[in-house]
């Protein structure tokens, strides 16, 4: 099997679903699809098993907490704390191999946590075919042991948390133990500038050797989308990435026609700009897909 090809014909769910969230019909198809192939690579440090994750779509004015090896969601507005319901699901880029395409990766070996990572692109064309292909591209922070992940997604096609064949953004954190929360989604255009952002809120040390980070991500053109994330590890791992799912061969028409370049890119510490030097990997290349400097813009080609 090529690396490209994820079969999930028992998904029957594409276009009928759209804007759709937490279905049966979609959770069900999934369930199914999920569990009945061996369709995921995961060639790269497979950490999480993607047929077990599950996630929660979380309005704005909470807060993601980490309690032990669980999740669970804190109201800011009354201070009510309630875990996170296990609905099965498939989820933006988490590891990669699981789905991802092609991307640049840096890696923080420098000491000083990753404060700021930004990042601006704009909407591509949408597909010419409707294959019922999901798309993903995003920039992401990932632990040094890349079994989670904080990340603002442009998504073009159905996943079980919602979608159709339109380009909507979500911001979405998973956790290593397969659990994971997204924001709304919001609809944007081909053309539109995109700008996302993770921060560094604060760093919890009371714990001598054992600190505990809190994350927000957020489309800036869409306030309602941030997602917050506390008692965390730190993430070093910075990623600029294609991520893809076909239920067939895929082809050229699969994916917008030119390329996506990601601009802006500014990585800080709280000391100010850090150096940066990404790592290309260019794991699927049938449909020349790549990615490639450009300057200090990176490029991911279709």
Known sequence: MRACILSLTEARY????????????????????????????????????RRRIRTHTIPPGQVVRRRGSALEITSRNDGSIRDIP?????????????GWITWAEWTNATGSPISTFRTQWTVPPLPTANDSQLLYLFNGLMPATRDEILQPVL???????????????????ISKTGEGVNSAFFDVNPGQTLTGTMKLEWIDNSQAGSPTFAYTSVFEEYPDSQINVTYTTELTVASLTLEAYFQKQATISDYPAGQTTFSAIEIDSAAGAMPFAWAFTNEVTDCNQSTTPSGPNVVISY
């Open 155 to 173: 998504q073009w096609g159905v996943s079980p948390s919602g979608g159709g064949p339109t380009w909507q953004v979500a911001n979405w954190f």
């Open 14 to 49: 594409a276009c009928a679903m759209r804007g759709d969230r937490f279905r049966t019909e979609i959770q069900s198809a999934w369930t199914a699809a999920l569990h009945q192939t061996n369709a995921y690579p995961m060639a790269r440090v497979p950490n999480i098993d």
């Open 86 to 98: 296990a609905i099965a699901q498939h989820l933006p880029g988490t590891t990669p191999g699981s």
